[in-house]
Antibody
Framework: EVQLVQSGPQLKKPGESLKISCKGY????????IGWVRQMPGKGLEWMGL????????TYSPSFQGRVTFSADKSIDTAYLEWSSLEASDTATYYC????????????????WGQGTPVTVSS | DIQMTQSPSSLSASVGDRVTITCRAS??????LAWYQQKPGKPPKLLIY???TLHSGVPSRFSGSGSLTDFTLTISSLQPEDVATYYC?????????FGGGTKVEI
């Protein structure tokens, strides 16, 4: 069974750094891109970007380019989302998600989702 | 960048009603369109991909249609467990934008 398990809730102060994780189970982690999605309190879903764990190739949404960093360690089947300096506006729940596959190919819709990591940034 | 516009932003219907949600892309995306259901405090769940292919395990009262710029998610007979927010999602090329969401209530 495919599962994505994310790290726990975080409470941080503005200016602090943070790295949250997403560990994959039940499939070959190298084979599938992982996406990151932000959901601010009471708001909709925002696509942040993608990382391919096999070679750490990244694609960022223009809205998040330069604000966050994606990384992956394929030796432990884990992807990461990192901030170097948090702002209050980063308060949100962050989801990782794995792309979906049909019988013939794989595409960039999200078939499997992590449980979400709530991040609160407050002084 | 291609924008995804969902309508309505919210709706209220009765159990057994037919419910239709629309999603419009600002440029053609073929059928690279997915729909998700999200309940409060939970991650989204994939309902439909390829504009009209029902994901495994999703009840058959859900259906999707459309291509290029205009897409529809239909719930043929609304059930109490369908109370949720629904999102469309284009996935043909980056950025892979979500629609703004439609909150469905009973």
């Amino acid at each position: 069974e495919v599962q994505l398990v994310q790290s726990g809730p975080q409470l941080k102060k503005p200016g602090e750094s943070l790295k949250i994780s997403c560990k994959g189970y039940g499939y070959k982690f190298d084979d599938h891109r992982i996406g990151w999605v932000r959901q601010m309190p009471g708001k909709g879903l925002e696509w942040m970007g993608l990382i391919h764990p096999a070679d750490s190739e990244t694609t960022y949404s223009p809205s998040f380019q330069g604000r966050v960093t994606f990384s992956a360690d394929k030796s432990i089947d884990t992807a990461y989302l990192e901030w170097s300096s948090l702002e209050a506006s980063d308060t949100a729940t962050y989801y990782c998600a794995r792309r979906g596959c049909t019988a013939s190919s794989c595409y960039l819709f999200f078939e499997f989702w992590g449980q979400g990591t709530p991040v609160t940034v407050s002084s | 960048d291609i924008q995804m516009t969902q309508s309505p932003s919210s709706l209220s219907a009765s159990v057994g009603d037919r419910v239709t949600i629309t999603c419009r892309a600002s440029q053609g995306i073929s059928t690279f369109l997915a729909w998700y259901q999200q309940k409060p405090g939970k991650p989204p769940k994939l309902l439909i991909y390829g504009a009209s292919t029902l994901h495994s395990g999703v009840p058959s009262r859900f259906s999707g249609s459309g291509s290029l710029t205009d897409f529809t998610l239909t719930i043929s007979s609304l059930q109490p467990e369908d109370v949720a927010t629904y999102y469309c999602h284009k996935y043909n090329s980056a950025p892979l934008t979500f629609g703004g969401g439609t909150k469905v209530e009973i």
